[in-house]
Every structure is written in C-alpha cells, then in structure tokens.
C-alpha cells in the first residue's frame, strides 16, 4: 500500500517562510513527476507545483511564482516545497501526490497557517 508522508507546516506570520517535504516508504520516486497541491479552507485542492523526473521542467501556479521553489532528491526519494514570502491566502491543507497508470496517490497533507 502506498502511504505519502507530508511534514513541515505550521503557523507562520506573513512574510515567514516554510519548507515542506514528502516522502512514501517503498515508492521509487524516480519513476514519476511529482506534485504539491493545496486545499484552502472551504476550496477546491489545487495544484500549487510540480516537478519532473529530472527536475528540469517545473509548473508553478502564478500566485506563488517567485515565492515557492519545488525540488527533489531522487537519491534519499523526498520532494521539498520552499514557500518564502508567506501571505495569508496561502493558508491551506497542502498534499504531496504523484500518479501512475492507475491512479493517484496522496497523503495526509500538512497544514500550513498564515496569519496576517
């Protein structure tokens, strides 16, 4: 059974900045481009980011351009999130996912807070 692992959230003042990471025990992330996306409260769970195999081509949806860097370290499998710059509207439930041929895969998410 695959299980991600999100971590790093917490409650930040504007302006602070978090890392978040992700991690599946068992899952060969090699294989597979993967992504962060958020649920703010009362929304719909959005992609924030994403990153391919190699990590040369990356997405990053335009309110965090400049603020968020997606990374990975194939090597130890975790996926990173370096949110700088935090802002109140940034507050949400962020998740860890990748998909293969049949499905997607999340975790639990971690909740992130901004206050203003």
């Known amino acids: 059974q695959v299980r991600l692992v999100e971590s790093g959230g917490g409650l930040v003042q504007a302006g602070d900045s978090l890392r978040l990471s992700c991690s599946a025990p068992?899952?060969?992330?090699?294989?597979?481009?993967m992504g962060w996306y958020r649920e703010p409260p009362g929304n719909t769970r959005d992609l924030v980011a994403s990153?391919?195999?190699?990590?040369?081509?990356?997405y990053y949806e335009d309110s965090v351009k400049g603020r968020f860097t997606i990374s990975r370290d194939n090597a130890k499998n975790m996926v990173y999130l370096q949110m700088n710059d935090l802002k109140p509207e940034d507050t949400a439930v962020y998740y860890c996912?990748?998909?293969?041929?049949?499905?997607?895969?999340w975790g639990p998410g971690t909740q992130v807070t901004v206050s203003s």
């Open positions: 990153i391919s195999i190699g990590g040369r081509t990356n």
């Open positions: 996912n990748f998909s293969d041929r049949l499905t997607g895969y």
């Open positions: 068992g899952v060969n992330f090699n294989r597979y481009r």
